[in-house]
């Protein structure tokens, strides 16, 4: 786990088959659905036994989700439950980010946000408002090249020659 992200995992209980309640450091009580994540991954399949799910325990010093020797990241689970609870999560931040091949300096300058803050939404340090994320977005739409700003979005055929 990285020692730059923020929330720490506190507590997590197993629910119905492959949903977890998760409880975080920022007072936040999430629950997440990693069935599509037991899935995917054939070491994790074990876990999808009813009776090996029901026995999650947070790991070693709260560094993650475990059962037996498989664990799954607090960074990833946090994501995940931002996202499926309908929020922009740091990795759909940073996604973009590397998407665009931004740095954090560039990414401030893109959003016309201090450098700090596009920092602590890529670190999970502070919720990203639904209003950064939707610049995010258009910004990737029209990939402004110059400190003017367009004045209309791309049509479908002019975005399509751009991102070609």
């Known amino acids: 786990m990285s020692t730059y992200f923020y929330p720490k995992l506190q507590a997590v209980a197993a629910l119905e088959p492959y949903r977890l309640r998760t409880t975080w450091s920022t007072g936040?009580?999430?629950?997440?659905?990693?069935?599509?994540?037991?899935?995917?991954?054939?070491?994790?399949?074990?876990?999808?036994?009813?009776?090996?799910?029901?026995?999650v325990?947070?790991?070693?010093?709260?560094g993650g989700i475990e059962w037996f020797e498989t664990e799954l990241g607090p960074d990833n689970v946090y994501a995940w439950a931002q996202e499926q609870a309908g929020a922009v999560s740091h990795q759909m931040f940073?996604?973009?980010?590397?998407?665009?091949?931004?740095?954090?300096q560039s990414a401030a300058q893109a959003l016309g946000i201090s450098?700090?803050?596009?920092?602590?939404?890529?670190?999970?340090?502070?919720?990203?408002?639904?209003s950064i994320w939707?610049?995010?977005?258009?910004?990737?739409?029209?990939?402004?090249?110059?400190?003017?700003?367009?004045?209309?979005?791309?049509?479908?055929?002019?975005?399509?020659?751009?991102?070609?």
């Open 134 to 164: 939707l610049a995010c977005l258009g910004w990737e739409a029209t990939r402004p090249h110059a400190q003017a700003l367009p004045r209309r979005l791309p049509t479908a055929r002019e975005y399509a020659v751009a991102h070609a």
């Open 94 to 104: 940073g996604d973009w980010m590397l998407r665009n091949a931004l740095s954090l």
């Open 57 to 62: 325990h947070l790991a070693e010093w709260g």
């Open 28 to 55: 936040e009580v999430l629950d997440v659905d990693v069935g599509a994540t037991l899935r995917k991954y054939a070491a994790l399949t074990p876990i999808l036994e009813p009776e090996v799910f029901a026995r």
């Open 115 to 130: 450098r700090r803050m596009v920092s602590y939404y890529r670190t999970a340090h502070k919720a990203i408002p639904r």
